[in-house]
């Protein structure tokens, strides 16, 4: 069976740390990319980060405050994807979910509705 699933949500105080986890499960892990998406109330996922699990390049949100606090990296013998979110804000909060497409023709900009697999998700909140 095909699966992903998200762990290590939470609640953070602004200016912690936190470490998504994302287990896969059920294909060949070295042929597909995995992004982190967030998704908010009212609004579509919005990818966060990504990464080529083929090359280990890795890319993230077209902001400055994002590629400076979070890391995506992958443990492809563990078939694990992680984000790690440092100084987290609370414009972080919301669902993230890991997602993973095929890497023939995929690229680092494609949006959710290009994924093929998803996890549950794992609610993250940034409260003090």
């Known amino acids: 069976e095909v699966q992903l699933v998200e762990s290590g949500g939470g609640l953070v105080q602004p200016g912690g740390s936190l470490t998504l986890s994302c287990a896969a499960s059920?294909?060949?892990?070295?042929?597909?990319?995995i992004g982190w998406f967030r998704q908010v109330p009212g609004k579509e996922r919005q990818r966060v980060a990504c990464?080529?699990?083929?090359?280990?390049?890795?890319?993230?949100l077209d902001s400055d405050s994002v590629k400076d606090r979070f890391t995506i990296y992958s443990d492809n013998a563990e078939k694990m994807t992680y984000l790690q979110m440092n100084n987290v804000k609370p414009e972080d909060t919301g669902v993230y979910y890991c997602?993973?497409?095929?890497?023939?023709?995929?690229?680092?900009?494609?949006?959710?509705?290009?994924?093929?697999?998803w996890g549950q998700g794992t609610q993250v909140t940034v409260s003090s």
């Open positions: 997602a993973a497409a095929r890497l023939v023709g995929w690229g680092p900009t494609m949006t959710f509705h290009e994924y093929d697999v």
């Open positions: 059920g294909f060949t892990f070295e042929v597909y990319a």
């Open positions: 990464i080529n699990n083929g090359d280990g390049s890795s890319y993230y």
